[in-house]
């Protein structure tokens, strides 16, 4: 199927990653507080709201606020938000792990904001851009994948994708929908 | 009717097209919803339409933009047409696409769509796309094929649209 799929799209990057179902490889990143981070920390977490972002989409920034109330809002009810950084700051400086740090510390980041070094975690979770968003059950199971909300306008949302996936997941039902599109900038990886 | 008034009357109209003409040959489309974009663009059957996804704060969009421009200039086909569609956000046209554009002077139409339910239309342009741009779509009649990456060079691009056209 994959084949077939690069068969017919030359040039294409070959879409591997999970989708809702599978279930999503843990990690150990270092966050802009300095310290490691890994899920299997949160011994009584009830899901993971896995973001990857960075400092330099501005669509990404357009998010930003939004990423740290939803972080506030479901820490109390169980659900863990981590950012995850996927760029590769030779490629993207504005990406760097300081860059980072001053950006966490600028906005109040309420979340961890990891640095994906040598960008491993990125390609196993299939992410394509920033923002891109995996919500995992307390087994690290795929729940939801794609989009925080339907518009890059705050004043504008009318569908909160990601908030209705974690209250279908508290009724102990599968988000829908599973997946949402919405654009982003591509990943900066070195060619 | 005395010539004076004729002249006159011609003297306005004359005045009225050139003013039409400037404004409109700056004037870009805007599109807020992608279907009236595809029915109001992607029209001719016989068209192979170069599209490509871009924004002004998409860094690698805007590296391969002179590439799309290189390319519709040396086409001097009347059947390929190269659009570039921004997806630029609608209240930065003034701020950031419209001085872009200018700056440029891009010979290949350019294009704002700012519908912003692309839950919706992402997958219309092409089933498998993520979302992540640049991306490319080229289209004639019910024949597309769809590219998420950024092109090297001119010749990375026509390639790829000549081969699509020959596979057609």
Request: aromatic fraction near 12%.
């Given at each position: 199927?994959?084949?077939?799929?690069?068969?017919?799209?030359?040039?294409?990057?070959?879409?591997?990653?999970?989708?809702?179902?599978?279930?999503?490889?843990?990690?150990?990143?270092?966050?802009?507080?300095?310290?490691?981070?890994?899920?299997?920390?949160?011994?009584?977490?009830?899901?993971?709201?896995?973001?990857?972002?960075?400092?330099?989409?501005?669509?990404?920034?357009?998010?930003?606020?939004?990423?740290?109330?939803?972080?506030?809002?479901?820490?109390?009810?169980?659900?863990?938000?981590?950012?995850?950084?996927?760029?590769?700051?030779?490629?993207?400086?504005?990406?760097?792990?300081?860059?980072?740090?001053?950006?966490?510390?600028?906005?109040?980041?309420?979340?961890?904001?990891?640095?994906?070094?040598?960008?491993?975690?990125?390609?196993?979770?299939?992410?394509?851009?920033?923002?891109?968003?995996?919500?995992?059950?307390?087994?690290?199971?795929?729940?939801?994948?794609?989009?925080?909300?339907?518009?890059?306008?705050?004043?504008?949302?009318?569908?909160?994708?990601?908030?209705?996936?974690?209250?279908?997941?508290?009724?102990?039902?599968?988000?829908?929908?599973?997946?949402?599109?919405?654009?982003?900038?591509?990943?900066?990886?070195?060619? | 009717?005395?010539?004076?008034?004729?002249?006159r009357t011609?003297q306005i109209l004359?005045l009225f097209?050139?003013?039409?003409?400037?404004?409109?040959?700056?004037?870009?489309?805007?599109?807020?919803?992608?279907?009236?974009?595809?029915?109001?663009?992607?029209?001719?059957?016989?068209?192979?339409?170069?599209?490509?996804?871009?924004?002004?704060?998409?860094?690698?969009?805007?590296?391969?933009?002179?590439?799309?421009?290189?390319?519709?200039?040396?086409?001097?086909?009347?059947?390929?047409?190269?659009?570039?569609?921004?997806?630029?956000?609608?209240?930065?046209?003034?701020?950031?696409?419209?001085?872009?554009?200018?700056?440029?002077?891009?010979?290949?139409?350019?294009?704002?769509?700012?519908?912003?339910?692309?839950?919706?239309?992402?997958?219309?342009?092409?089933?498998?796309?993520?979302?992540?741009?640049?991306?490319?779509?080229?289209?004639?009649?019910?024949?597309?094929?769809?590219?998420?990456?950024?092109?090297?060079?001119?010749?990375?691009?026509?390639?790829?649209?000549?081969?699509?056209?020959?596979?057609?």
């Amino acid at each position: 199927m994959l084949f077939l799929f690069s068969f017919l799209n030359p040039g294409n990057p070959v879409v591997t990653g999970y989708q809702p179902g599978d279930k999503a490889a843990d990690f150990t990143l270092k966050g802009a507080d300095g310290k490691m981070y890994s899920m299997s920390d949160y011994k009584k977490a009830k899901g993971f709201i896995v973001v990857f972002t960075c400092n330099s989409c501005p669509f990404a920034v357009k998010y930003e606020d939004r990423v740290n109330e939803l972080a506030k809002k479901y820490t109390s009810q169980g659900y863990i938000l981590l950012a995850i950084n996927p760029n590769d700051p030779e490629v993207q400086p504005a990406d760097s792990y300081d860059l980072m740090k001053e950006r966490a510390a600028a906005k109040g980041f309420v979340f961890p904001y990891l640095f994906d070094e040598g960008q491993k975690v990125f390609p196993q979770y299939g992410a394509t851009k920033t923002p891109h968003v995996f919500l995992l059950d307390k087994k690290l199971v795929v729940k939801y994948i794609g989009a925080i909300d339907d518009n890059p306008d705050a004043s504008m949302v009318n569908e909160k994708y990601l908030e209705n996936a974690i209250a279908a997941l508290e009724k102990k039902m599968d988000p829908t929908p599973a997946t949402t599109k919405a654009i982003g900038c591509s990943i900066k990886v070195k060619k | 009717m005395n010539m004076k008034f004729m002249l006159r009357t011609i003297q306005i109209l004359l005045l009225f097209i050139a003013f039409t003409h400037a404004v409109s040959s700056q004037s870009m489309q805007v599109f807020e919803k992608f279907d009236d974009f595809e029915k109001k663009v992607l029209k001719n059957n016989d068209t192979t339409y170069v599209i490509n996804f871009w924004a002004t704060w998409c860094k690698p969009c805007v590296k391969e933009l002179p590439y799309f421009e290189s390319f519709n200039q040396s086409i001097g086909d009347k059947k390929i047409k190269v659009l570039l569609v921004s997806l630029d956000f609608k209240n930065q046209i003034k701020s950031h696409l419209e001085p872009f554009i200018k700056k440029n002077q891009y010979t290949s139409e350019v294009i704002l769509l700012s519908d912003n339910k692309y839950n919706t239309w992402l997958e219309k342009v092409d089933a498998e796309w993520s979302g992540s741009i640049p991306a490319t779509l080229l289209l004639s009649g019910k024949k597309k094929l769809f590219a998420e990456r950024e092109f090297e060079s001119v010749e990375d691009l026509s390639k790829f649209v000549h081969s699509f056209i020959h596979s057609l």
